[in-house]
């Protein structure tokens, strides 16, 4: 009498499996072993093509290109269509939806949120911009990737006259670090910082992968400027402080008294109407009084002006400093922001002027210089630690060297990056013109 026992066929598909990945291993275990064999018998050979493909790797650097934090794909991007300055509402409504009818074309489009606002009317200048956030269907629904479709809008856009008109795509990651590439130009005139941003900015349209290029003095706001004829306003006793007084308190108002109610003090201000200062004629007629008490015109001592100035300025250690900015498609912006450098190099600075690049490209530059820092302590401190412990100072080198040039590892190190990133987005509409969302489903 005997008792058979049956192997499940489900167990013994795996011990095959399993067999046949032993012999496998085997096998190529063999074959390490011979190639290290003639490896070692051929050590000129061997040395020769370690050092060959790794002098290889060292010249194929440059052209592998460099990013401190890709962009993510994020399925939106967003549209600002500027009119004008002194364009109502209607106008920037209409520019505006010609852009909605070609991004409506879009396959890929889900949803279309506009905000628009025009100008008051009022000289001292509103926003005349129309801002569209665009977002698509998830990226594993479509074939193209968000920065592809974004270039296609920017083709499409162009050619609509009479406003200017960018495109740009939205990611969180970017937006933290600062996307594209930026050019700082510092110095203490302003003309001369515009004209040579202005040379900047035009060579850089040429470079390849460029896109939307931009300085922060292009966003001016208009104001009302006074000239005061000095010799005029000492003929009638006034002097330019004097004139600015009584033009501030006939603008922005005064306070004339304070009332007292219940314990409360409230100042009680006077003002002049808002539409009793709607144009330059308003201001020229302004009443000024003189030093023997006369009323007379402001243009009689003031020559009025409109002039376009920076809404904002920047300085860096008491510098003023202007900065050029532009968006990367089909390229990585470490290329791009060595041809600009190449650019900068050869452009000849005047004194107590200097440029360089900042964003993400001065910070790429300080990583790496710190990155490389740190490697280089890194092998002197485990150098040290393997002499002490070896008790010799030629093993540890050589086990160093070996470790560096990766002679059995078959490639150098690489990074990849791979972020996934969702978010949810609330839009608040504070003094919106107008709004409309439109959506697919």
């Known amino acids: 009498m005997y008792i058979e026992i049956k192997t499940p066929k489900k167990l013994d598909f795996i011990n095959k499996m399993l067999n046949m990945f032993d012999i496998g291993m085997k096998k190529l275990s063999n074959l390490y072993g011979r190639f290290l064999k003639w490896a070692v018998w051929h050590k000129k050979r061997t040395l020769s093509c370690v050092m060959l493909v790794f002098i290889a790797s060292l010249c194929m650097l440059p052209s592998v290109g460099m990013e401190l934090m890709p962009s993510s794909d994020e399925g939106t991007f967003s549209v600002t269509v500027k009119a004008p300055k002194g364009s109502n509402l209607d106008t920037v409504d209409a520019l505006s939806l010609q852009v909605e009818e070609i991004l409506e074309q879009i396959p890929e489009m889900v949803s279309i949120s506009v905000t628009i606002s025009g100008s008051s009317g009022s000289i001292m200048g509103s926003s005349e911009e129309s801002s569209i956030s665009c977002v698509l269907v998830d990226k594993n629904e479509r074939d193209r990737s968000t920065d592809e479709i974004v270039e296609e809008v920017r083709n499409s856009v162009k050619n609509i006259a009479g406003a200017e008109i960018s495109v740009s795509s939205s990611s969180s990651m970017g937006s933290m670090m600062g ?248 839009d608040w509409l504070s003094g919106a013109s107008r709004y409309r969302c439109k959506q697919w489903y």
Do not use: W
Request: proline fraction near 2%.
């Open 179 to 426: 996307g594209g590439v930026s050019v700082e130009i510092y110095g203490d005139d302003m003309d001369k910082l515009q004209e040579i941003s202005d040379q900047i900015a035009s060579q850089m349209e040429q470079i390849e992968g460029v896109r939307q290029v931009s300085s922060s003095l292009e966003d001016q706001d208009t104001e009302v400027a006074l000239q005061i004829d000095k010799e005029r306003a000492r003929q009638y006793g006034l002097t330019g402080s004097d004139i600015a007084s009584q033009v501030r308190n006939t603008v922005s108002g005064f306070t004339a008294t304070t009332l007292k109610a219940n314990g409360t003090e409230m100042d009680i201000r006077i003002v002049f109407p808002d539409e009793s200062m709607s144009t330059l004629s308003d201001i020229n007629d302004l009443s000024i009084m003189t030093g023997d008490g006369k009323v007379i015109p402001l243009s009689s001592v003031a020559e009025i002006t409109m002039e376009n100035v920076p809404s904002s300025i920047s300085r860096d250690d008491q510098s003023r400093y202007v900065t050029i900015s532009c968006d990367v498609y089909g390229r990585d912006s470490g290329s791009i922001g060595n041809d600009i450098q190449a650019i900068i190099d050869q452009m000849t600075i005047p004194d107590g002027y200097s440029v360089k690049l900042g964003g993400t490209n001065e910070m790429m530059n300080d990583t790496f210089s710190s990155l490389g820092l740190v490697i280089v302590l890194a092998i002197v401190l485990v150098y040290m630690v393997m002499a002490a412990q070896f008790e010799s100072f030629v093993n540890p080198f050589i086990i160093n060297v070996y470790h560096s040039f990766g002679i059995y590892r078959g490639n150098f190190p690489a990074v990849h990056y791979r972020r996934t990133s969702e978010h949810d987005g609330v």
